[in-house]
Structures are given as structure tokens and as C-alpha cells.
């Protein structure tokens, strides 16, 4: 399993509420993608920044929506005007409370 962080800048003046419309707007994307296990949004505005965190089944997948050039790079673009951060990880094992479940990549 990998992890990717992604974080980007919002513009200046991006409300909390206008991020959080945003994000809502965008969640239904990411239902039933291929190889995605779970998709968090995460919000700062003290630093203003905006991003998530994505659990890929492989990386494969994640870099299948990574892709430069591709619509989720296109769609940042478009709605914020940036180029995201991204940061990769293995991801050993998952504790999932909600589901009850440990899931491990070994």
C-alpha cells in the first residue's frame, strides 16, 4: 500500500467556507476509483493550504492519477490556480477503527 500527502496553497482570501464547498464538490470523484482505499481532505487555514491523504492499493494506481498532465492535476489547476506537493509513502499496515480491521501490505 503507499500513502501520498498532498498539500498545495490556496489563494488568498479562501474562506472555510468556500474550501469546505470545494472539497464536497470534489468527493464524489474519488468514489469507486481504481485502487483507492480511502481519500481524507484536510484544511489549514492558518497557513492557508489546502490538500489530502490518499491510501492507493499500489503505486501504480496512485501514479495512474498523479499523472502530469492528467485531470486531477488540471482539475487543482483550474479550481485553485497550483501545482500541488506531494509526498509518498509505503504503508505498511492500516489500523481501521471504524471498520474494526488492521489491513497489512505484507
Do not use: C, H
Amino acid at each position: 500500500m503507499i500513502t501520498v500527502v498532498v498539500n498545495f496553497k490556496l489563494p488568498d482570501g479562501t474562506t472555510r467556507e468556500k474550501a469546505f464547498e470545494n472539497m464536497n464538490k470534489a468527493a464524489a470523484r474519488f468514489e469507486n476509483m481504481p485502487g483507492l482505499i480511502r481519500k481524507t481532505f484536510l484544511f489549514d487555514a492558518g497557513r492557508g493550504l489546502g490538500g489530502g491523504v490518499y491510501t492507493w492499493e499500489t503505486r501504480e494506481a496512485a501514479e495512474a492519477v498523479y499523472a502530469e498532465g492528467g485531470p486531477w492535476r488540471q482539475s487543482l489547476r483550474d479550481l485553485y490556480g497550483v501545482v500541488p506537493d506531494l509526498a509518498w509513502f509505503e504503508t505498511p499496515v492500516i489500523v481501521d477503527n471504524a471498520a474494526g480491521e488492521i489491513k497489512s501490505a505484507a
